[in-house]
């Protein structure tokens, strides 16, 4: 079973609001990912959290703050977005070290900021 | 900079043939390579993983890896008017978690 799922499909949201998207995996990966992708781009990795661990920030924004309540489970809290945030927003998860971080996605949350 | 380079296409096939897409990248301690694919508006589903040189098959599938020349391919036999999708290359060093992708390549299997 390789099923990453995602709450909500669909967002709308004001830039003076406060949401959460949501992410779950159970397939005992240690290693969770927030990507957000524009249209006709790649996914853009965001964070990367590692054994529950924050490992990787690319440098975003203080408006995106991630979390990970355990290794199962991987928020990602949204407040004062701009409308340049509207994308679609990926969570992956892997194995940590092995299988060559084979990255399997969830069907991703649709983001619209107003 | 790590960098990994695709055709954007279109590239178009007609139904029934073998749709070759290519992939390559800069650098030279890449160990993982995958390939992905995305239908419009949806997800990126991992189709193709290859660790070694040489052909992978997988059903309709083959990912070939030369890491002498730096590039991956992934051919389609048989294709299907519902292989039309962006196809992501993504390479990982195996030093940490990221994955660096390509550009995606657009194909379109016509009937």
């Known amino acids: 079973d390789t099923e990453v799922t995602q709450t909500p499909k669909h967002l709308v949201m004001g830039m003076t609001n406060k949401k959460s998207l949501k992410c779950e995996q159970h397939m005992g990966h240690r290693a969770m990912y927030w990507y957000k992708q524009k249209a006709k781009k790649p996914p853009e990795l965001m964070f990367v959290y590692s054994y529950e661990k924050l490992s990787i920030n690319e440098s975003v924004p203080s408006r995106f703050s991630p979390e990970c309540p355990n290794s199962s489970l991987l928020n990602l809290h949204l407040h004062a977005l701009q409308p340049e945030d509207s994308a679609l927003y990926l969570c992956?998860?892997?194995?940590?070290?092995?299988?060559?971080?084979?990255?399997?996605f969830g069907p991703g949350t649709r983001l619209t900021v107003t | 900079q790590k960098e990994v380079e695709q055709n954007s296409g279109p590239l178009s096939v007609p139904e029934g043939a073998i749709a070759s897409l290519n992939c390559t990248y800069s650098?030279?301690?890449?160990?993982?390579f995958f390939w992905y694919r995305q239908y419009s508006g949806k997800s990126p589903e991992l189709i193709m993983s290859i660790y070694s040189n040489g052909d992978k098959e997988d059903g309709r599938f083959t990912a070939q890896l030369n890491k002498a020349s730096q590039y991956v391919s992934l051919l389609i036999r048989d294709s299907q008017p519902s292989d039309s999708a962006t196809y992501l290359c993504?390479?990982?060093?195996?030093?940490?978690?990221?994955?660096?992708f390509g550009g995606g390549t657009r194909l379109m299997v016509k009937p």
């Open positions: 993504a390479v990982n060093d195996n030093a940490g978690n990221m994955l660096t």
């Open positions: 992956a998860s892997s194995q940590a070290r092995t299988r060559g971080y084979e990255q399997y």
């Open positions: 650098d030279r301690v890449s160990q993982s």
